[in-house]
């Protein structure tokens, strides 16, 4: 199993309390870490215990918008590309209609340029409704939405594995754009390209995405709606004839991890401290979701979640701790006393 760490940047209210001009090397210092820190005792010889990084692409807050800062996606893609040295780059996920396609794959391009090949491209149809209307562009329905991501992924393909790309499509249009330079990284034909994530777990139009362009999927961590997906991806495979065990089926999860259960009932009541105080109004439904999520635990808890969920086909978790710009304590744990065991 892989493992990928998402850096706090604001979005979920995840850096209040520490002053701006401190944000981002609270940020870069956590990226830095992620590059170099070591799975277990941390001795020469062992495995890097994270093989990525990962940011939201948002703009407010949530779990409702506030004046906190909440910052922007790829400017720290282009930041992490050049403070960074082995780690991957990833968002999870970029919304598409927040940036024309045929850029947002000249962007993606150029950060793959300045990390030496290390850029992941996430990408999904968007769904934070607020934020939309907000910044103009609108809120389409889900069936519009889930078109134009269809065929911004169309364009995005051709940008980075022909060097340009002609698409005339209901919402995208695309007439010989350039992509100079291309990626670094390369498929197993030798053409450009970068992996290309699609997240969300909509079984008509997202799923069947995924299973015709994908390289990796990420829908939801409980064991339950991740097999039911995956079981939906894998029919998508085979109605298209793609190969569905050639695709990665990720998931993203909430950590809370401590060295006793008494520990871990702690870090709780840190966490409902803190919803209580930064989004009272909705404190009730985020301290649920955080107690009722798979990887909440002891190490052992958690290896024994994880292997559920790794007998179910999920193989790259991608883990968020809520405390991380404050504390790398819970980090530290889990790369020491749970990524080993899945280290091979």
Known sequence: ?????????????????????????????????????????????????????????HFHTVPEPSEEATHEAWTLMSAFAASTERVRLGQMCTCMAYRNPAYLAKVASTVDAISGGRTEMGIGAGWYEHEWKAYGYGFPNAGDRLKALDEGVQIMSQMWSEGSATLHGSYYTADGALCRPQPLQRDEAGRP???????????KRTLRTAAQYAQYTNFSGMPEEFAHKSEVLRSHCQDLGTDFDAITRSANFNVVIGETE????????????????????????QIES??????????????????????????????????????RSSIELFAREVVPHFQH
């Open 262 to 285: 008494e520990v871990v009932a702690e870090k709780l009541r840190w966490i409902e401290d803190h919803y209580r105080r930064v989004s009272p109004d909705a404190a009730d439904g």
């Open 290 to 327: 955080w107690r009722n999520g798979p990887l909440v635990g002891t190490p052992e808890q958690v290896v024994t979640a994880l292997r559920e969920l790794e007998e179910l086909g999920m193989t790259y978790a991608i883990t968020y701790f809520l405390d991380a710009a404050y504390d």
């Open 193 to 203: 390209t970068i992996p290309l994530w699609i997240a969300g777990g909509g079984e």
């Open 1 to 57: 199993m892989r493992f990928g760490l998402f850096i706090p940047q604001g979005w979920r209210m995840d850096l209040v309390g520490i002053e701006p001009a401190d944000h981002w090397e609270t940020m870069r210092s956590l990226a830095r870490y992620a590059d170099t820190a070591l799975a277990g005792s941390g001795l020469p010889g062992d495995l890097p215990a994270f093989e990525s990084v990962w940011v939201y692409d």
